[in-house]
């Protein structure tokens, strides 16, 4: 199956207060978040008639796992499930990748890179030595911590890449027990990751 991606960014640089913040946005709609205003001096900025940012809900029900994320640009973005050579469940967002590994996944070994980004089952799998932070969301306690991340071709680039190991407080499968969502090549900063956990990851209703 194809994954389809789609922005999360302005959710998560207008909106991650939505749930922090308890705000429900413009107006009564809990789903739309104003506009960006123009950074132009007020003497030459432009009227805006942009319309507001609308954050859809999107419901991911696997059997295995069962979520709704909140994200900016569409709503036909869909989850991939992968059995070989272990189950897993992935969510490609633009921003954000999401992903929930069977606990008997092995990893291949090796520190992230070339498209490798870790394999974590459980918060267990945190790597020795990272620094945590420890959140709570709707979904259950997250703990997130900051990895390295290269890329080799003809020369090497490097991110710091945040992730976030979820774990479930009520689990539709007890060998599927957390979501984890990564920040591919540090599109977000680790405090700006621990908005969205905190204020886009829900359960389904």
Not at 73 to 83: F, H, I
Not at 133 to 148: D, N
Not at 155 to 163: A, F, G, L, M, T
């Amino acid at each position: 199956m194809t994954v389809r991606r789609w922005s999360v960014g302005a959710v998560v640089a207008a909106g991650v207060m939505l749930g922090v913040s308890g705000c429900g946005g413009s107006g009564d709609d809990p789903f739309v978040v104003s506009a960006p205003s123009s950074t132009a001096p007020p003497s030459t900025a432009a009227p805006s008639t942009a319309p507001p940012v609308r954050v859809h809900a999107t419901r991911v029900d696997t059997g295995t796992v069962a979520f709704e994320v909140r994200a900016a640009g569409g709503t036909d973005a869909g989850a991939q499930t992968v059995t070989t050579p272990c189950d897993r469940v992935l969510l490609a967002l633009d921003d954000v990748t999401i992903e929930s590994n069977e606990v008997t996944c092995k990893a291949p070994g090796g520190p992230p890179g070339n498209g490798w980004h870790g394999l974590y089952r459980t918060a267990a799998d945190v790597p020795p030595g990272a620094v945590t932070q420890t959140v709570q969301t709707p979904l259950g306690e997250a703990v997130l911590f900051t990895q390295e991340y290269y890329e080799a071709t003809n020369s090497v680039r490097r991110w710091r890449e945040p992730v976030a190991i979820v774990t479930l407080g009520n689990p539709r499968s007890r060998n599927h027990p957390t979501l984890v969502v990564r920040a591919d090549k540090g599109g977000l900063d680790q405090s700006r990751l621990a908005g969205f956990v905190r204020a886009n990851l829900l359960p389904l209703g």
